[in-house]
């Protein structure tokens, strides 16, 4: 196989083995597993969870504070197997991305900046373990397994034209339409907007205050309960405290959920109208399509969101949620992409016949 076609394959066989990841961590923190391993990087000092009786009382003596319930346990490993998968992929991409630094096509500098991001999300799992859900460490591991996504992404689009001058050529003649460029600017906005709003919902997460209002739309049968917003957003706390299950009042986790939600207003009428202009005024077909994929995973979030309030956190539902952000935030990214590309379209260009100023489109 061509190298280059190795490595654009490589690339997308990790964002989705990433977004297994970040599925695998939602789902391992909201079953409350995780510190189903007290230890890191192996379980009650096992490269495998123990399971068989005499281990299982082993790994008890060895832990006390942290009996074993070999479920949780499982959750747990089997989200680090797959993070260290994830982990050697993205070595094999910095290294082939190495061996062919010399061919000008070959991105560098992003397969290697994957790999110490790599690096400083395993140090971040340990120190969930180690610090023992501190709410600013699992908010951070969050967002570093979402800045791994959007990182590998972004190596997508950009060996996606590489790999085929034909499709390079379509997709150019696709793009090629009246006012897309111009909202190049919000779909900048949007993508910070949504990442801010993902950090919140990170943070809800790990404070353990996404039931803290438990009706809708109202909280706690009022417009504005009682918050605490100084209490509910301070980062740092010490160590040595085990967070599991929160450690925040009423009124601090009211607060922190009370604020996700006027962000997912914001997120709502920032990303929705986006979608909306691009859908109706601007020309390029693949903006077009993106924005039409944006808008449905947006109103889908919406419908997820509220439904984690309305039927008390489903497990399955509330996965799917953090999945779902995962998916919004890569539509985000592509639509920019894409409206990027409408506006390098779009730049004079000297003929090299004439030297006459023309436009490419």
Same mark, same amino acid.
């Given at each position: 196989?061509?190298?280059?076609?190795?490595?654009?394959?490589? =690339?997308?066989?990790?964002?989705?083995?990433?977004?297994?990841? #970040?599925?695998?961590?939602?789902?391992?923190?909201?079953?409350?597993?995780?510190?189903?391993c007290?230890?890191?990087?192996?379980?009650?000092?096992? *490269?495998?969870?123990?399971?068989?009786?005499?281990?299982?009382?082993?790994?008890n003596?060895?832990?006390?504070?942290?009996p074993?319930?070999v479920?949780?346990?499982?959750?747990?490993?089997?989200?680090?197997?797959?993070?260290?998968?994830?982990?050697?992929?993205?070595?094999?991409?910095a290294?082939?991305?190495?061996?062919?630094?010399?061919?000008?096509?070959?991105?560098?500098?992003?397969?290697i900046?994957?790999?110490?991001?790599?690096?400083?999300?395993? %140090?971040?799992?340990?120190?969930?373990?180690?610090?023992?859900?501190k709410?600013?460490?699992?908010?951070?591991?969050?967002?570093?397994?979402?800045?791994?996504?959007?990182?590998?992404? %972004?190596?997508? *689009?950009?060996?996606?034209?590489?790999?085929?001058?034909?499709?390079?050529?379509?997709?150019?003649?696709?793009?090629?339409?009246?006012?897309?460029?111009?909202?190049?600017?919000?779909?900048?906005l949007?993508?910070? !907007?949504?990442?801010?709003? #993902?950090?919140?919902?990170?943070?809800?997460?790990?404070?353990?205050?996404?039931?803290?209002?438990?009706?809708?739309?109202?909280?706690?049968?009022?417009?504005?309960?009682?918050?605490?917003?100084?209490?509910?957003?301070?980062?740092?706390?010490?160590?040595? =405290?085990?967070?599991?299950?929160?450690?925040?009042?009423?009124?601090?986790?009211?607060?922190?959920?009370?604020?996700?939600? #006027?962000? @997912?207003?914001?997120?709502?009428?920032?990303?929705?109208?986006?979608?909306? %202009?691009?859908?109706?005024?601007?020309?390029?077909?693949?903006?077009?399509?993106? @924005?039409? =994929? %944006?808008?449905?995973?947006?109103?889908?979030?919406?419908?997820?969101g509220?439904?984690?309030?309305?039927?008390?956190?489903?497990?399955?539902?509330?996965?799917?949620?953090?999945?779902?952000?995962?998916?919004?935030?890569?539509? !985000?990214?592509?639509l920019?992409?894409? *409206?990027?590309?409408?506006?390098?379209?779009? =730049?004079?260009?000297?003929?090299?016949?004439?030297?006459?100023?023309?436009?490419?489109?």
């Amino acid at each position: 196989m061509d190298a280059r076609k190795a490595f654009y394959l490589g =690339v997308r066989f990790a964002v989705v083995l990433t977004l297994c990841v #970040i599925v695998l961590g939602a789902y391992v923190r909201l079953s409350d597993a995780g510190l189903g391993c007290p230890d890191w990087p192996g379980c009650y000092g096992r *490269l495998v969870a123990p399971t068989q009786a005499p281990l299982v009382e082993q790994a008890n003596l060895a832990f006390p504070e942290r009996p074993v319930e070999v479920g949780k346990a499982w959750k747990e490993m089997v989200h680090r197997y797959a993070a260290g998968i994830l982990g050697l992929v993205v070595l094999g991409l910095a290294v082939l991305a190495w061996r062919r630094r010399k061919d000008p096509a070959q991105p560098v500098a992003l397969p290697i900046l994957l790999l110490a991001l790599i690096v400083f999300q395993s %140090m971040l799992g340990m120190w969930t373990v180690t610090l023992q859900l501190k709410p600013v460490i699992v908010m951070a591991h969050l967002l570093g397994g979402l800045t791994t996504l959007a990182l590998l992404w %972004m190596l997508v *689009l950009r060996t996606a034209r590489r790999t085929d001058p034909n499709e390079r050529r379509r997709l150019a003649d696709r793009e090629r339409g009246p006012g897309g460029a111009r909202f190049l600017p919000w779909a900048v906005l949007a993508a910070v !907007v949504l990442v801010m709003q #993902i950090a919140l919902g990170g943070w809800t997460s790990a404070n353990y205050a996404a039931l803290a209002c438990p009706d809708f739309p109202q909280c706690q049968q009022q417009w504005w309960p009682d918050t605490d917003f100084s209490e509910g957003f301070v980062l740092w706390r010490g160590t040595g =405290v085990d967070y599991e299950f929160g450690v925040l009042d009423g009124a601090a986790r009211t607060a922190i959920h009370m604020a996700h939600r #006027i962000g @997912a207003l914001v997120t709502f009428l920032v990303l929705g109208g986006l979608a909306l %202009m691009v859908l109706l005024r601007a020309g390029a077909a693949r903006s077009r399509q993106v @924005a039409g =994929v %944006m808008l449905v995973l947006l109103l889908l979030q919406v419908g997820l969101g509220i439904s984690n309030i309305v039927f008390y956190l489903p497990l399955p539902v509330a996965v799917a949620h953090n999945g779902v952000a995962a998916l919004l935030l890569l539509s !985000v990214l592509t639509l920019t992409h894409a *409206l990027a590309q409408d506006a390098r379209s779009r =730049v004079p260009m000297a003929s090299p016949a004439t030297g006459a100023v023309g436009h490419t489109g």
